[in-house]
T-cell receptor, first 112, second 117 residues
Framework: SQELEQSPQSLIVQEGKNLTINCTSSKTLYGLYWYKQKYGEGLIFLMMLQKGGEEKSHEKITAKLDEKKQQSSLHITASQPSHAGIYLCGTHGSGNTGKLIFGQGTTLQVKP | GAVVSQHPSRVICKSGTSVKIECRSLDFQATTMFWYRQFPKQSLMLMATSNEGSKATYEQGVEKDKFLINHASLTLSTLTVTSAHPEDSSFYIC?????????????FGAGTRLSVL
């Protein structure tokens, strides 16, 4: 079965610093989703990547899918306290069930 | 983006009672909804896939008689935790897939924190 591994598991950065979160898949990715969750709340959809080499940006967050489609990275530029939360990458499992498999999440803290 | 409303956000109940959680897609039709459970500091665990007009598909190890799912319309799915016990205390999150989009994006509700005394 396909597995997603995120690194780092947790991250503490000073406000204004850049950071990168990685998501590595055990199999080829056919669609990779990035979500953000604040503790005790639901998930907010950030971006979806499908094509190898694809890159998307939303405000100060950029996500890329590598050419081989087995790794994605999420980059935050000039981090703000509002960026704090848990970032999860997800992808569809085998078959056409629509189920999402998630990485274990990366907890980000931004110190003002 | 699409909005999914989940209600209630928090519920406290006595052991042995049943609790119903609603998940609504507000601005799109969702033929498929998903129910997840999340333990502290862990990722989401899929419990079941809710299909409009048919029986839900449960993941291995999830008791279907314990967690009743009903998806009676294209915008509403409900999860009922029957005869709840303290070990059922958890954070439950639903998601809905936009059936009108080819991107298969799942939009999530805000979650329900269940505490069973």
């Amino acid at each position: 079965s396909q597995e997603l591994e995120q690194s780092p598991q947790s991250l503490i950065v000073q406000e204004g610093k850049n950071l990168t979160i990685n998501c590595t898949s055990s199999k080829t990715l056919y669609g990779l989703y990035w979500y953000k969750q604040k503790y005790g709340e639901g998930l907010i959809f950030l971006m979806m990547l499908q094509k190898g080499g694809e890159e998307k940006s939303h405000e100060k967050i950029t996500a890329k899918l590598d050419e081989k489609k087995q790794q994605s990275s999420l980059h935050i530029t000039a981090s703000q306290p509002s960026h704090a939360g848990i970032y999860l990458c997800g992808t569809h499992g085998s078959g056409n069930t629509g189920k999402l498999i998630f990485g274990q999440g990366t907890t980000l803290q931004v110190k003002p | 983006g699409a909005v999914v409303s989940q209600h209630p956000s928090r519920v406290i109940c006595k052991s042995g009672t049943s609790v119903k959680i609603e998940c609504r897609s507000l601005d799109f039709q969702a033929t498929t909804m998903f129910w997840y459970r999340q333990f502290p500091k862990q990722s989401l665990m899929l419990m079941a896939t809710s299909n409009e007009g048919s029986k839900a598909t449960y993941e291995q190890g999830v008791e279907k008689d314990k967690f009743l799912i009903n998806h009676a319309s294209l915008t509403l799915s409900t999860l009922t935790v029957t005869s709840a016990h303290p070990e059922d205390s958890s954070f439950y999150i639903c998601s809905a897939r936009d059936g009108g989009s080819a991107k298969n994006i799942q939009y999530f509700g805000a979650g329900t924190r269940l505490s069973v005394l």
